[in-house]
């Protein structure tokens, strides 16, 4: 055993030195002198007492620093040098005092005032990597500040410095620049004629920074995820990532990005378990539209950034389109569009009710008269007579139908891209037409389009339990309980896991209820519900289905 126990702490080291010294001693030794006691007397050393730092030991042309924090040793850095940068302007380039400076966390060794230790010699490697009037950091003195500090850092990468057995990942600190780039011209973009969301990277808390692929690549999956609903604007992955590890104002990014609602999260660990939150922030008003958790394992990284996306996308999709209604609905109606009528017509259809599915039906109608075209407007004529026809409410006419499956067909032919529309139309003319081969084509292309489209799988199941296809159907439905858990016409996937369980197929004849009292069946028939597991029910980005 030893004599006597070493002391040992962590801390932050701030290592510093003169570039060009030997250069400006030999050149003018007085006046270098003179200028560097100056520069200790009025900045150097009042900012380092300022941020509570302790000065170990001084050389002819350096210092060496120890900080309890990072925050405070960075502070201290970027003030010292900006100084610098003023005070250097009025003076010949020859004869400038500039510093180059290293920071480093790592653990110390103390004895008798003095530190030592590998964390010592990183800071002072990193110096001598820096430019004159630069800073460089090692990876971990960088992750606790990148969140905390509106500083730009520049990822020099690894590199590999003298007596270190290992690279030591090494930031640049971009003096002078803004932590978010702006465009000067175009500063502030415009709304786009359609919801616009942008999703900020996630804010790595697992204390790993190895884990940054796991939390980016989550992002990128959950990007694509929502970019495949064609009705909404998503910001790409490149602009939205220009805002990492930097301290975001969620009005500015989306007055800077030209979008109205912005998607930001989270993402911790526990072992072999994490934790990914998200929230999604309407940035006209502040609010939070939705916040949710959801809970994995690491057993399969790429499936669980899978199944996360998936969950997402599905509960943020009915909380975006409530939200869009509740603005159409605060519309002036002389300013109503196309889209804007539309909107209201959904919520109209949201009713359930034999009121709310007509007044829909003369809304949709409304906005067909305005453009003929528009696909959305047409199938949701033909999902209203459909329920109609379901719940026995008013007296369809021959002609209601031809037009609500003349409406269907031109939807179908009309929309290529929107998940919404497609299966809209294929149960319109399931029901009403009778048209299964075609409508369950017109599914999987939708299914195709947006695997998290849990109104689709809905429509997938209705039919599977029309056709007394009970697996499938329970397989669907389940899906669509999973995609969206609080959905009000999940209450239909009660129905057909209550009829596919029991073997009994779906008649056109059933009636399915009214939503608030089927809800309390539809809870019951699942686990989920109380909070959110990932789960296991859909196939990998690998073709294989887990076990």
């Known amino acids: ?31 270098t002198l003179a200028a560097l006691r100056a520069v200790r007397r009025e900045l150097a050393d009042p900012k380092i007492a300022e941020h509570r730092g302790r000065i170990v030991k001084t050389t002819g042309d350096g210092l060496l620093v120890e900080f309890a924090s990072v925050v405070d040793a960075v502070r201290c850095a970027v003030e010292v040098q900006q100084e610098m940068l003023a005070r250097n302007a009025g003076t010949p380039t020859e004869r400038r005092i500039e510093f180059r400076m290293g920071i480093n966390l790592g653990d110390i060794i103390i004895e008798d005032g003095d530190i030592f230790g590998d964390g010592v010699n990183i800071a002072a490697r990193l110096e001598a990597l820096a430019e004159p009037g630069g800073i460089c950091l090692s990876a971990a003195a960088h992750e606790q500040v990148r969140d905390r500090l509106d500083l730009v850092f520049d ?3 690894e590199q590999q410095v003298k007596n270190i057995a290992r690279p030591v990942r090494t930031y640049g600190i971009a003096l002078g620049a803004s932590a978010r780039p702006t465009l000067p011209a175009r500063a502030s973009l415009s709304l786009p004629d359609k919801p616009s969301l942008a999703v900020l990277p996630f804010q790595n808390m697992t204390g790993d920074a190895e884990q940054e692929y796991f939390v ?34 969620v009005k500015q990014v989306a007055q800077e990005l030209g979008v109205r609602y912005v998607l930001e999260g989270s993402v911790r660990k526990a072992g072999n378990r994490v934790r990914i939150t998200g929230q999604l922030i309407d940035t006209t008003t502040g609010a939070h539209i939705w916040a949710d958790r959801f809970d994995g394992a690491l057993d399969d990284i790429f499936e669980l950034q899978d199944q996360v996306a998936s969950s997402v996308a599905g509960a943020i999709e009915p909380k975006l389109r409530q939200s869009e209604i509740e603005r159409a609905s605060r519309k002036p109606t002389a300013n109503l569009t196309a889209y804007d009528l539309y909107l209201r017509a959904l919520a109209q259809s949201y009713r359930y009710t034999d009121e709310g599915l007509a007044e829909a039906v003369v809304l949709a109608r409304q906005a067909l008269a305005i453009d003929p075209s528009y696909a959305p407007a047409a199938a949701l004529v033909g999902w209203c007579r ?33 998940a ?28 195709a389009l947006n695997p ?12 599977h339990a029309s056709r007394n296809q009970p697996e499938a159907a329970i397989e669907a439905a389940e899906r669509v309980r999973r995609l969206s858990p609080f959905d009000p016409y999940t209450f239909l996937c009660a129905h057909i896991l209550l009829r596919s369980s029991r073997r009994a197929p779906l008649r056109a004849s059933d009636r399915m209820g009214r939503p608030r009292l089927a809800r309390s069946a539809a809870l019951g028939l699942s686990d989920a519900g109380q909070g959110h597991r990932v789960g296991a029910s859909r196939p990998s980005r690998r073709g294989a289905r887990r076990t």
């Open 1 to 31: 055993m030893s004599e006597g126990r070493v002391e040992r702490r962590l801390a932050a080291i701030l290592a510093v030195d003169v570039a060009g010294y030997s250069r400006l001693m030999g050149e003018d030794e007085e006046g």
């Open 155 to 157: 990822d020099l990468g």
């Open 216 to 249: 980016d690549g989550m992002v990128d999956e959950i990007t694509t995820a929502i970019a495949r609903l064609p009705w909404l604007f998503v910001i790409a992955r490149n602009s939205a990532f220009t805002y990492k590890g930097k301290p975001v104002d």
């Open 386 to 418: 459909r329920q109609q026809r379901l719940q026995g409410w008013g007296a369809l006419s021959d002609q209601d139908i031809g037009e609500a499956c003349r409406l269907a067909r031109h939807a179908l032919e009309a929309e290529r891209d929107d």
């Open 420 to 447: 919404d529309t497609i299966w809209q139309a294929a149960s319109t003319l399931f029901l009403l037409a009778g048209e299964a081969a075609m409508a369950a084509a017109a599914l999987d292309r939708a299914l």
């Open 452 to 463: 998290n489209a849990a109104h689709a799988w809905m429509a997938r199941a209705y039919i």
